[in-house]
Nanobody, 120 residues
Framework: QVQLVESGGDLVQPGGSLRLSCAASGTISSIRAMGWYRQAPGKERELVAVMFKNGNTIYADSVKGRFTISRDNAKKTVYLQMNTLTHEDTAVYYC??????????????WGKGTQVTVSS
């Protein structure tokens, strides 16, 4: 059984910063991509950032230069450092990882999400 648990969501003022974390647990053999998505009220879930096992990254245009994704493979954890937050960043942030559990194929796993609210 593989589980992803996000943490770090909070209420923050515009211009502020937050750091999200997502840790994977369970009988994990290997993790390829680790990423963050978000879903604002009334909108579809969208990619925020993803980091591949080789260190390559992809960012949404809306967060480039403000957000930084990183990963700690030993801890099976992905982070999202978010700076200069704006109201438009308000959303539920979800972690997704492409994981091969022991004796299984690679599958996508999602966390349950963590709320980020940017408001004064």
């Amino acid at each position: 059984q593989v589980q992803l648990v996000e943490s770090g969501g909070d209420l923050v003022q515009p211009g502020g910063s937050l750091r999200l974390s997502c840790a994977a647990s369970g009988t994990i053999s290997s993790i390829r991509a680790m990423g963050w998505y978000r879903q604002a009220p009334g909108k579809e879930r969208e990619l925020v950032a993803v980091m591949f096992k080789n260190g390559n990254t992809i960012y949404a245009d809306s967060v480039k230069g403000r957000f930084t994704i990183s990963r700690d493979n030993a801890k099976k954890t992905v982070y999202l450092q978010m700076n200069t937050l704006t109201h438009e960043d308000t959303a539920v942030y979800y972690c997704k990882m492409n994981i091969a559990a022991i004796s299984d194929l690679y599958r996508d796993y999602w966390g349950k999400g963590t709320q980020v609210t940017v408001s004064s």
